[in-house]
């Protein structure tokens, strides 16, 4: 489970440097391909949002629970609740500017420098704080309470996986394209 989580964390890291490119390129004037970005939000509000947060959650109260005299942060919990606003936020700016409503280009990039600034210091604590915890007082048996308790919640990351799924197509080409 914490392979996965960590590698769930590559790929986000991977997303938000391309959001962070975006947003540069929006605060320098350039045109930026606004789909994309949607696609990227989307991502992380289908699968992020909706697989990998909830697991951490549930990681997070089961270990609570075992490990009650661990210190316990709610930090995690109180993070994951700002970065669904955060996201929910830039996707309402985007369906305005693809519906061709007029915005103003500032809103847009408040909102992604907001974004990947909340989720990049949400990633880099919880490598540094939370994963450690867990790897340090969870033992075997606890990872499988935790997988069985999470199986029907887990989904097959629908960008970064091997799969035919034709979902976000678009953006993994671009991403194919941007590492050669």
């Known amino acids: 489970m914490l392979t996965r989580l960590k590698k769930d964390h590559q ?7 391309i959001l962070a490119d975006k947003h540069q390129r929006l605060m320098t004037g350039e045109v930026v391909n ?12 289908s699968y ?3 697989s990998h947060h909830p697991l951490e959650d549930v990681i997070y109260k089961y270990h609570a629970q075992a490990y009650p005299d ?4 709610e930090a995690l919990l109180q993070e994951h609740e700002k970065l669904n606003d ?7 700016t985007l369906n305005l500017i693809l519906a061709d409503v007029p915005v103003q280009k500032e809103q847009l990039c408040d909102d992604l420098a907001a974004y990947f600034s909340l989720q990049g210091a949400h990633l880099r604590f919880e490598e540094k704080h939370v994963f450690p915890l867990w790897k340090k007082n969870m033992q075997q048996e606890d990872w499988d309470n935790i997988e069985a308790q999470c199986a029907a919640k887990l989904m097959i990351d629908p960008l970064f996986s091997d799969d035919d799924n034709q979902v976000f197509e678009e953006l ?3 991403i194919s394209k941007a590492s050669d």
């Open 11 to 17: 790929h986000i890291a991977i997303l938000l440097q």
């Open 86 to 92: 955060s996201s929910a936020a830039i996707m309402s």
């Open 70 to 73: 661990e210190v316990q942060t």
């Open 48 to 50: 992020a949002e909706h």
């Open 172 to 174: 993994r080409e671009y």
């Open 34 to 45: 606004f789909n994309l970005i949607r696609d990227i939000i989307e991502y992380m509000q």
